[in-house]
């Protein structure tokens, strides 16, 4: 018998069985509390009870006559009224309900702080892209038609919001928010049935490739500009060396990240940083004896805190820019600034080790605002300025021109915004440029050994394989060779394609994606939890600016697709991807999986060229051709690689 569904009776009901559950746990006693450290659990936390499932622990508030018990049938059908359901028996009391306030006009009924962008014709509410496509994913709810809102409404929503400034960006105040996990369940049973209508897709975004050269480049480099950081100078390439040898020596976390009841984490956490300090001290006083007579003279290390803010600096910089450096030393690092953040060690410590002005790492976008030459990122003369110049396959005249065709850009462009050089103007800013011009150059050349393989990946498997046709089968069965799924050809060639794809648009943005992971990290106001997550003790920290831009990327992958295989859900924050620093750490790792790949399937053309070689000889003999063998690797990847035998 089915029985109506009453969201507020269900809701009550979920919080009477969650209090009553929660009464049974015992609170530690206050003399127990104290003596815990604050970074380590209490008690575990209780699963949520499953509605119609009574429990089978006895409970510790004998139920007296007036306790009536009502069957889960009875309350949804509308048979026990809300004062029925209030009655809780001696003891207990139920928290008043919060008021439950309309969502402010113009924003999503779901997030209700967002702007809302399309209304849905049956629900008659308003939604911003994500929450709809989360609330419409499944079930009756999937042949809801949906409008895309006025643009006036819409502008008349976003002029009310109070508008504030996060580097560079004129975002909503408030936002980004915190977004906890959504199971955006978009299997290939999800799609729209006939005669729905999809969401409309959000704003167009930057194109995901460089402009040609001699083409307008629009604002493709002003908003990529904002998250690309400063290639290192001489100078500073000295005090990153500096600040690696002191972090190897260092033994940070290994009596950080402990469980302690001996003396106060704030205190240890002080300890470890005044020491870090004092090896730096020493190495810059032995490399410079003059400089380190300087600023060490007084060993004061308040009165030097500009100085061990910038050397902190270049090393998040230079970890950006070089995901394969600092593997170990910049793990120590963050956690190290995440517990300088803390007031308490701020207080003790008597300075911050971040410039509270300028938090983020320097960008291009930071050095040309203050140069007042922005106008630099949207001259079309940038693209010849800041290409990659690459050898392969080209003649020796070739490469020669193309250099000298960039080194004139770059010295137009520093001349042209630059100017001479007077009293009271920098007189190195043509040479800031110039850096500024290199260091756009270097992100090119990180997406082309990140992200480019992801590309050919993707042009290999649609070029070699159908995705209905399995010849070649891509199939896996569960428990064969490893595999811990069972997919059909088709079913894995979408999981393959989805999974190449959404790995290309997060290596796309993953310089904002390390932006806004640190800001994550080293938030003053979000703490960490340490836990065993089952790979021993890890910080456990929200992710809110992260999660909130994965869930971007992630709608613009599935858009990009038009179908899902399993579930999409984004861990962050949780046991499975503890914190942001994971999460980077996670995703920088793909080039070492892809790009030997691709340079493999690139040189057994080139190999076999000569049909009198021996080396073709033997493919033809083992392989049958090189196409065969160039379909037999990739046969193998796409099974093996995605099997979930990683998981």
């Not at 065709?405 to 050089?421: D, H, I, N, Q």
Request: charged share 25%.
């Amino acid at each position: 018998m089915s029985h109506p569904y009453h969201p507020y009776k269900l809701k009550r009901l979920l919080s009477i069985i969650s209090l009553r559950k929660t009464t049974e746990v015992p609170s530690p006693t206050q003399s127990q509390s104290d003596n815990l450290p604050v970074d380590v659990e209490m008690a575990s936390e209780e699963k949520p009870a499953v509605a119609g499932v009574e429990s089978t622990q006895p409970s510790s508030a004998p139920q007296t006559q007036e306790t009536k018990s009502h069957t889960l049938a009875d309350i949804l059908s509308g048979n026990v009224d809300d004062e029925q359901l209030g009655n809780n028996g001696p003891g207990e009391e139920m928290d008043e309900d919060e008021p439950e306030t309309e969502a402010k006009e113009g924003y999503c009924v779901e997030c209700e702080d967002q702007p809302a962008e399309v209304t849905c014709g049956t629900c008659s509410d308003v939604y911003c892209q994500v929450c709809f496509q989360a609330q419409h994913r499944k079930g009756n709810r999937r042949s809801h038609r949906t409008k895309p809102l006025t643009a006036k409404r819409t502008a008349a929503t976003r002029s009310k919001q109070p508008l504030t400034t996060i580097n560079g960006h004129h975002v909503v105040a408030g936002s980004p928010r915190p977004v906890e996990e959504e199971f955006l369940d978009l299997g290939p049973d999800s799609a729209p049935r006939s005669g729905a209508t999809t969401p409309a897709p959000p704003a167009p975004l930057p194109s995901a490739y460089q402009p040609a050269l001699g083409a307008s480049v629009g604002d493709w480099f002003f908003e990529r500009a904002k998250y690309i950081p400063m290639r290192l100078t001489p100078e500073e390439r000295k005090y990153l060396r500096l600040l690696e040898g002191a972090l190897t020596v260092s033994e940070y976390t290994n009596k950080i990240d402990i469980i302690s009841f001996s003396s106060s984490k704030p205190r240890r956490v002080v300890a470890q940083i005044r020491e870090l300090c004092s090896i730096i001290s020493g190495l810059l006083l032995a490399a410079d004896y003059n400089l380190g007579q300087q600023l060490f003279s007084e060993r004061n290390f308040e009165a030097n805190a500009t100085f061990y803010q910038e050397i902190f600096e270049i090393g998040r910089r230079h970890k950006i820019q070089n995901p394969d450096r600092m593997r170990d030393s910049y793990g120590k690092l963050i956690y190290l600034l995440m517990d300088a953040q803390t007031p308490e060690v701020q207080d003790m410590l008597g300075f911050s080790l971040i410039d509270p002005e300028a938090p983020t790492v320097r960008t291009v976008y930071h050095v040309l605002e203050e140069l007042e030459c922005l106008d630099v990122l949207k001259d079309d003369l940038i693209s010849a300025a800041t290409m990659e110049i690459i050898a392969e396959g080209k003649e020796r005249r070739q490469v020669q021109k193309e250099i000298k065709m960039k080194e004139r850009a770059v010295e137009t462009l520093a001349s042209k915004y630059g100017g001479r050089s007077t009293r009271g103007e920098r007189s190195n800013k043509p040479e800031l440029i110039r850096q500024c011009l290199y260091s756009i150059g270097d992100n090119h050349a990180f997406l082309r050994v990140n992200r480019d393989p992801c590309d050919k990946m993707i042009q290999y498997l649609k070029k070699y394989f159908h995705p209905t046709e399995p010849k070649p089968s891509l199939a896996i069965r569960s428990g064969k060779d490893g595999a811990r799924l069972s997919h059909g050809h088709e079913k894995q060639y979408a999981y393959v394609l989805q999974s190449l794809t959404l790995w290309r648009e997060i290596l796309h943005d993953m310089f904002k994606l390390w932006s806004l992971a640190e800001q994550d990290l080293l938030s003053p106001t979000t703490t960490y939890r340490l836990r065993d997550t089952g790979q021993g003790l890890q910080r456990v920290q929200p992710c809110p600016r992260t999660s909130r831009i994965m869930h971007s990327i992630l709608n613009k992958a599935q858009q990009n697709i038009g179908s899902w295989v399993g579930s999409s859900v984004i861990h962050l924050g949780d046991t499975a991807v503890p914190n942001a620093l994971m999460f980077i750490d996670k995703y920088s790792q793909i080039y070492r999986i892809l790009l030997p790949i691709t340079n493999v399937l690139r040189q057994i053309p080139e190999l076999t060229a000569n049909p009198k070689s021996a080396i073709r000889s033997y493919i033809d003999q083992e392989f049958g051709g090189t196409e065969t063998l160039i379909i037999e690797i990739l046969t193998d990847f796409f099974r093996h690689a995605f099997d979930g035998s990683g998981a």
